[in-house]
């Protein structure tokens, strides 16, 4: 007997699923012309609106939009600076496995209105019902808890800690001035910086298809 089963689409890092069919958005929103342009894209059996987007510093990415949900960890300050969607603020975006894989956008009173995932950072993937419920559970929590350790961390932490929190803290000022200084770039040395400098409370809350199917065992 076959197990009712759902596609969704995954890190193409870790295989951890981040969007499903009902949360791809299919409107159309106002965009930076001069920087980017849409095309229909087929993903997960939905025709849906893609855009192509450069960089200032000629970088294309190919980006969908999905609804703002509990599925990523939000990165830095806003800005506004050469956004492709009109009247839009970003932050950047990781899996909870460090990869970088998008931009958050929120709109002028500062509420999250979608993310934008690039296309050639995510993959198509099948998982039973009952695997992909599990595994969005540990996912969300993952990500509440990882994000909780990045605030604390911004905030200094306790007082025993506090060297290595400031070590911590300049590493992570020094990360996001570069991240001023290269808007919207694919950044391989961020992600080798930020890997290095993880916790290990950090690595022990990331969760991957394979953790629930471990538990499931």
């Given at each position: 007997?076959?197990?009712?089963?759902?596609?969704?689409?995954?890190?193409?890092?870790?295989?951890?699923?981040?969007?499903?069919?009902?949360?791809?958005?299919?409107?159309?929103?106002?965009?930076?012309?001069?920087?980017?342009?849409?095309?229909?894209?087929?993903?997960?059996?939905?025709?849906?609106?893609?855009?192509?987007?450069?960089?200032?510093?000629?970088?294309r990415f190919d980006v969908i939009r999905i609804a703002?949900n509990p599925c990523v960890v939000v990165h830095g300050?806003?800005?506004?600076?050469?956004?492709?969607?009109?009247?839009?603020?970003?932050?950047?975006?990781?899996?909870?496995?460090?990869?970088?894989?998008?931009?958050?956008?929120?709109?002028?009173?500062?509420?999250?209105?979608?993310?934008?995932?690039?296309?050639?950072?995510?993959?198509?993937?099948?998982?039973?019902?009952?695997?992909?419920?599990?595994?969005?559970?540990?996912?969300?929590?993952?990500?509440?808890?990882?994000?909780?350790?990045?605030?604390?961390?911004?905030?200094?932490?306790?007082?025993?800690?506090?060297?290595?929190?400031?070590?911590?803290?300049?590493?992570?000022?020094?990360?996001?001035?570069?991240?001023?200084?290269?808007?919207?770039?694919?950044?391989?040395t961020e992600e080798e910086t930020d890997s290095d400098?993880?916790?290990?409370?950090?690595?022990?809350?990331?969760?991957?298809?394979?953790?629930?199917?471990?538990?499931?065992?």
């Amino acid at each position: 007997m076959l197990l009712p089963s759902q596609s969704a689409l995954c890190c193409s890092r870790c295989s951890l699923p981040l969007a499903r069919r009902e949360d791809l958005l299919l409107d159309r929103v106002p965009i930076l012309s001069s920087a980017c342009f849409s095309y229909e894209l087929e993903i997960l059996g939905e025709t849906i609106l893609a855009y192509s987007a450069t960089n200032p510093s000629a970088i294309r990415f190919d980006v969908i939009r999905i609804a703002a949900n509990p599925c990523v960890v939000v990165h830095g300050e806003p800005s506004n600076e050469h956004s492709w969607f009109i009247s839009m603020n970003w932050k950047m975006i990781s899996c909870v496995c460090g990869y970088h894989i998008g931009w958050a956008f929120f709109n002028e009173e500062g509420a999250a209105a979608f993310w934008g995932l690039i296309v050639t950072k995510l993959t198509e993937r099948e998982f039973a019902l009952s695997e992909m419920n599990d595994i969005i559970q540990l996912r969300d929590e993952a990500v509440r808890r990882m994000t909780l350790l990045r605030s604390e961390n911004d905030d200094g932490g306790d007082g025993d800690d506090d060297d290595d929190n400031d070590d911590v803290n300049e590493e992570q000022q020094q990360q996001e001035e570069d991240d001023d200084d290269n808007i919207y770039e694919e950044n391989e040395t961020e992600e080798e910086t930020d890997s290095d400098n993880s916790t290990q409370e950090e690595a022990s809350e990331r969760v991957t298809p394979d953790d629930v199917r471990e538990e499931q065992l």
